[in-house]
């Protein structure tokens, strides 16, 4: 006979998220949760943008999490610099940026704001600008506007080779997700109960050379 777990309480995973936060070593400040119907709200101050994706990334993992508000402010220490001077990191972190083309992606800074344009040919490379330029002390928020490169005519196989990556995926189960194809455009829709899971569909929509946009309407059910 299969055991199934209680859904856990509200209680339960605020004190959850809690000792995972202290768990967490890339995560310094002084983070309050509330939760509410699994809904978890995040206030406190962290030092930079990579703590904060830290701290979301942790509450995230939690087993009863089913939605994350993030209620956090970015408190930088110390003098912060000019826009002339993070902008000059910014340009030397994308030049040391593995596996990006040079000059194909544009910039501005503006109260430390980061606008960032340009072409690229993947999704894992607009993701790595972003979270490089994240890693930069002083920058206050990235506006990732980056597109990608126009995709290739729609291939007849595009949705099959995708349920094909599913299949293949130990994360996943293939037959809790629906995939459709409209051009160069997929929309996934299903009910997973894991937040791994929901990152790994998504990735794997992604990798397609044929796909330029993906909707992503799967829910997030606890079980």
Do not use: K
């Not at 990579?50 to 993992?61: N, P, S, W």
């Amino acid at each position: 006979m299969t055991m199934t777990q209680p859904s856990p309480t509200d209680t339960t995973i605020r004190n959850s998220v809690r000792d995972e936060l202290e768990w967490a070593p890339d995560v310094h400040g002084e983070i309050t949760v509330e939760v509410t119907d699994g809904t978890v709200t995040l206030t406190g101050v962290v030092n930079d943008l990579a703590e904060r994706r830290a701290v979301l990334t942790a509450a995230i993992r939690v087993r009863g999490v089913s939605l994350v508000c993030d209620a956090l402010t970015v408190d930088h220490q110390g003098l912060p610099r000019t826009d002339t001077e993070v902008a000059a990191r910014v340009h030397n972190v994308l030049m040391w940026t593995t596996n990006l083309p040079r000059d194909a992606v544009r910039f501005s800074v503006r109260d430390h704001v980061v606008l960032v344009t340009g072409t690229l040919d993947w999704e894992y490379e607009r993701q790595a600008v972003q979270r490089a330029i994240e890693r930069i002390v002083d920058v206050a928020r990235v506006e990732n506007q980056i597109t990608l490169s126009q995709r290739p005519a729609a291939a007849p196989d595009t949705r099959d080779r995708i349920l094909q990556a599913l299949l293949r995926n130990a994360l996943i189960d293939a037959a809790d997700v629906a995939v459709e194809v409209c051009g160069d455009a997929v929309t996934l829709t299903g009910v997973i109960s894991t937040w791994d899971e929901m990152r790994e569909v998504d990735r794997i929509a992604w990798s397609s050379p044929h796909v330029a946009v993906v909707h992503n309407n799967i829910v997030l059910r606890i079980r």
